[in-house]
């Protein structure tokens, strides 16, 4: 059975000052776990659960897309490409593949499955010259799709560079579980973060993502 394949935008976590006594490393792009990405809307967004999304150690994605809920169950085997906007480019940074039928409705129009392989690497793929062309940065792309049959071959090219690529999924596992850890911390203690960041040059200014997002809200800082 032909295998689909589908590249779909998530919310990264954004570029931390260097030095940043909470996000410690910067060249590995993880889900935006601090909620800190300027353009998300919701609490629980589309994109790899590294951690886990009951932060239980299996790897999940969710996503909210009622089409691919039911396109994917027409298929054994699915790739689920992940593409970021960061900075001014998107890069590709890894796949996850599941088993097409592995997958369950958790809140309503919210979906998720969990992966039987993953691959994430901080050697990613500039596809910016591609998607601004295309006008593809917030498009799901579908090797199945009618309308652009030209997606599966771009879709395979892209998965066979991710392949080459290292795989360094325990560096995301372990940061996407420290992240995790430190936001549930802060949402125990409201000066959480004003204790880790006293004395940093960044503090509470909008250079740093992390206040950026605290300025953004009006919050009382």
């Not at 990613?124 to 792309?141: A, C, P, R, S």
């Not at 004003?194 to 509470?204: D, I, T, Y």
Request: aromatic content about 14%; hydrophobic content about 35%.
């Amino acid at each position: 059975m032909e295998t689909l394949l589908i590249s779909s935008p998530f919310y990264p976590l954004p570029l931390f000052p260097e030095g940043c006594r909470i996000v410690k490393e910067n060249g590995i792009i993880v889900r935006d776990i601090l909620h800190c990405y300027p353009r998300r809307k919701g609490e629980i967004e589309n994109g790899p659960y590294l951690e886990g999304y009951m932060n239980d150690g299996q790897i999940d994605y969710l996503f909210y897309f009622e089409e691919i809920s039911e396109l994917i169950q027409e298929y054994a085997m699915a790739y689920f490409l992940f593409r970021v906007r960061y900075g001014y480019h998107d890069f590709l940074i890894g796949y996850c593949k599941t088993d097409g039928k592995n997958y369950k409705q958790i809140k309503p129009g919210v979906y998720i499955l969990s992966a039987a392989e993953v691959h994430f690497t901080s050697q990613v793929i500039d596809i910016t010259e591609i998607t601004g062309v295309y006008n593809l940065q917030d498009k799901i792309m579908k090797s199945n799709s009618i309308n652009h049959p030209e997606y599966a071959d771009l879709l395979q090219e892209w998965l066979k560079k991710l392949k080459m690529t290292k795989n360094e999924i325990d560096l995301f596992i372990s940061k996407s579980k420290s992240l995790r850890q430190i936001r549930e911390e802060s949402e125990k203690d409201n000066k959480y973060f004003e204790q880790k960041c006293l004395g940093c040059s960044f503090f509470k200014k909008r250079d740093c993502p992390l206040w950026n997002k605290f300025l953004r809200m009006g919050a009382d800082i």
